[in-house]
Every structure is written in structure tokens, then in C-alpha cells.
């Protein structure tokens, strides 16, 4: 179906699996080679690296990601049963538009399967055609960056690149983009422009300090997430040489797993990218070989997924209830915890007297915005959610 949009996979990745022990990731990888494309039929992850660099500001064509298939291939499995296809590299197409077309129709098609897409890159405007792909299936999509800058506005407003995606993104009209929430912004590189437009839209952001004092707290937000995308620039250079932009400040190696496992848990995310690698910058393949554990993290916690988010039918049999009155005030928050996993909800309706709570959306939080809440103060995120909701 796909196999016309793919390069197949290189030869001495295939000599390396047919050697691999068996109860590592490659050995039950099945993969695009000897002109037989995987199946889709059964498969539950699909990887797909797409080596597209001319949206962003260094041109890194020379990029194999062979090594890095080697590194993946290699990891033994956690204790998941999950059937890995992996389509090879996407064909660059002769103008930026035409791979944007050509991930947009994959990964359409993937989400309409049940596949769940995994896309290696290339830079990290190939959220864009991510983004597209959505459009015909929710009304609204959440998108969450893991990124030391904000992509908003660039010097070059009249195409996308890397640096302004999002601002292109929110140009779009129709637009369904509900909420974009940035993990690890470093405020020395984002304008202040930027940051007075995402508080003006009620988009969430975390600051790196915060994010490395609790990475715990990144848990809600990619809960609340339909695309995740991971800018390996985010991550420091000593950790992450081999990037577009690589930075002696940063999230560390540990953090981005942390943070790609609880993507994998989420059960709303449904597509999950890595991007900005620069293969030629990767000092002794430290940042190839943390592409693959972010990737086994990933897996891992997409095999511990149990539908936990509160519907209609178990809200009122698996979630504790808690109600917090405002001081000085005539409203309340609604808190919910999973008796199963122990995971926060909070009601984004303050109003008294609803009987109708189920018909309210209910956000994902954390323990520390339930004591925040009991403590009479109203935490950050919460408060613009609400506004958002309340607009």
C-alpha cells in the first residue's frame, strides 16, 4: 500500500537482524526489504524515518539512520508483546510540499488502522503534515512539543520551517488546533512576542527549571495530548551531541525517556515523533543510541496503556471524588482520582450545583494542583485551562 513512498532497509540492517538474539526488538521487527513491505494487518506500531532537512536552517542530507536502526534493533524487549513494523525511509520528494503530502497520507491512514505512527526525522516542521492528517478526525488536536523554543514566529513568514511551524499551524484556516503545550522552553531563546501570544491564546508551557525540578509533572500534560514531538535540541549537547542545534543547557538524557514513557502511556496520544537529528555532529552515536532508548521507552509504556481517563460509565464507580470550594467565592473545583492507577482529573467547570458532571470535560492534573487547590490558591495551569474553557 505504502511501499511506492519508501526507500527499503539497508542491507547490513538486515544481515544484523537475521543475527540478533531472539528476544531482542529486531528479531520481531518486521521490516520493508527484498521488495516485501511489512503487513499491516496485525501491527500495532509503525516506525517511520523520514530524513527531510529543508525546513530547517542546516541542511543534514547526508543522514542514513542506519546506526540508528542497528541501536533499536539491538534492545531487548521489555515485557510487551507489541508487533513493530518498520516501512524504511520515506522518498524526499522534489519539493518540501510533496513529503509533507506523502506523511500527511501515511499517517491518515495509519490512525484510521489502529497503527500507531512513530516518525524519526528530519526536522521538526514535519509535525505540520502530522497535524493534517488529523483533520478529518477530531475536531480539535492537542499538540505537545518537548522544545527549548517556541517555533512561533521567524524572521522567514512567508514558508514553514522549524522555527515557525507553529505560527503556521495557528494561520490555518479552517484550524483545529485546540491546545499547544511546550515542555522545556529556555526563556533566552524564545522572543517575548512569542510569549505574550501562547498566554494570550491560553496555550500551557512548562519551563525547563520546572520541568527538571519534577518531571513528574510533565505526566498530565502529554495525558491531555493527541501528537507529541521531541526536538533532541531540547536535550543538552553533552547528552545530545548529535543535534541541529545542540546546546550546552537542556533536559537530560533520563528526562526525555521519562517523558517519552509516559507518552506511550497516554491513552489519548496517537502519533509520537523525534526530530532534529544531525548524524554528522553524533560524537560516538551517544545521540543515536538515545533515539533508541527514547523509542524503547516509549514502547514500554504504550504496552502499560489501560484506558483510564473518565468516561460517562465509570466515573462514578472508579474515581474518588474530591470538591475544593474557592475562598471567597461562590465556586469549586471537581477533583477525580483514579482508584485504579491513582492519576488526577479536575472538572474544568467551577459552577455549584451541577448534576451533570460527566458532561463536563475533565482535564488531566497532577497531586500537586489537587494541594494547590486545598490550599486556597489556584495553580497556573489550571487557571488557564479554566479561562480557556471559560472564554
Not at 243 to 266: D, K, V, W
Request: glycine residues 6%; hydrophobic residues 35%; negative net charge.
Amino acid at each position: 500500500m505504502f511501499s511506492n513512498y519508501f526507500h527499503q532497509v539497508n542491507q547490513s540492517v538486515v544481515d544484523l537482524k537475521s543475527k540478533l538474539n531472539k528476544n531482542t526488538i529486531g528479531h520481531h521487527i518486521d521490516c520493508y526489504f527484498d521488495n516485501v513491505f511489512p503487513n499491516l494487518k496485525n501491527a500495532d506500531i509503525a516506525i517511520i524515518v523520514v530524513p527531510e532537512y529543508r525546513g530547517g536552517l542546516k541542511l543534514a542530507n547526508n543522514n542514513s539512520f542506519v546506526e540508528f536502526r542497528k541501536s533499536f534493533y539491538s534492545l531487548f524487549q521489555g515485557t510487551w508483546k507489541l508487533r513493530i513494523v518498520d516501512f524504511g525511509d520515506l522518498k524526499i520528494g522534489s519539493d518540501v510540499k510533496d513529503t509533507y503530502f506523502a506523511l500527511n497520507d501515511i499517517v491518515s491512514s495509519l490512525l484510521s488502522q489502529s497503527v500507531f505512527p512513530v516518525v524519526i526525522g528530519g526536522t521538526q516542521d514535519l509535525i505540520y503534515p502530522m497535524y493534517q492528517a488529523y483533520e478529518s478526525f477530531l475536531k480539535g488536536v492537542n499538540i505537545l512539543c518537548i522544545d527549548s523554543r517556541f517555533d512561533l514566529i521567524d524572521d522567514k513568514i512567508d514558508s514553514i520551517n522549524s522555527r515557525n511551524f507553529l505560527g503556521y499551524i495557528i494561520k490555518q484556516d479552517p484550524n483545529h488546533l485546540s491546545n499547544f503545550i511546550n515542555l522545556g522552553y529556555q526563556s533566552y531563546l524564545c522572543q517575548n512576542d512569542e510569549s505574550n501570544l501562547l498566554e494570550k491564546m491560553c496555550f500551557e508551557t512548562c519551563r525547563l527549571g520546572n520541568l527538571r525540578d519534577n518531571i513528574q509533572e510533565s505526566e498530565p500534560y502529554l495525558r491531555n495530548s493527541d501528537i507529541v514531538g521531541l526536538d533532541l535540541s531540547s536535550i543538552k549537547q553533552s547528552d545530545s551531541p548529535g543535534t541541529t542545534f545542540p546546546s550546552p543547557n537542556g533536559l537530560e538524557a533520563h528526562h526525555a525517556c521519562s517523558i517519552a514513557r509516559y507518552a506511550g502511556m497516554s491513552d489519548r496520544v496517537s502519533s509520537f515523533g523525534v526530530f532534529e537529528f544531525l548524524e554528522k555532529n553524533d560524537n560516538m552515536l551517544q545521540t543515536t543510541n538515545l533515539i533508541a532508548q527514547i523509542i524503547w521507552y516509549f514502547l514500554e509504556g504504550f504496552s502499560l496503556r489501560i484506558k483510564d481517563s473518565p468516561t460517562l460509565k465509570t466515573i462514578n464507580s472508579n474515581y474518588k471524588k474530591y470538591y475544593i470550594p474557592i475562598k471567597n467565592s461562590n465556586l469549586q473545583f471537581i477533583f477525580y482520582k483514579s482508584k485504579n492507577t491513582g492519576r488526577w482529573w479536575v472538572s474544568s467547570s467551577m459552577e455549584l450545583d451541577n448534576n451533570e458532571n460527566y458532561n463536563e470535560q475533565i482535564i488531566p492534573c497532577s497531586y500537586e494542583d489537587y494541594l494547590g487547590a486545598i490550599s486556597g490558591d489556584i495553580p497556573s495551569r489550571l487557571y488557564r485551562i479554566i479561562k480557556r474553557k471559560h472564554v
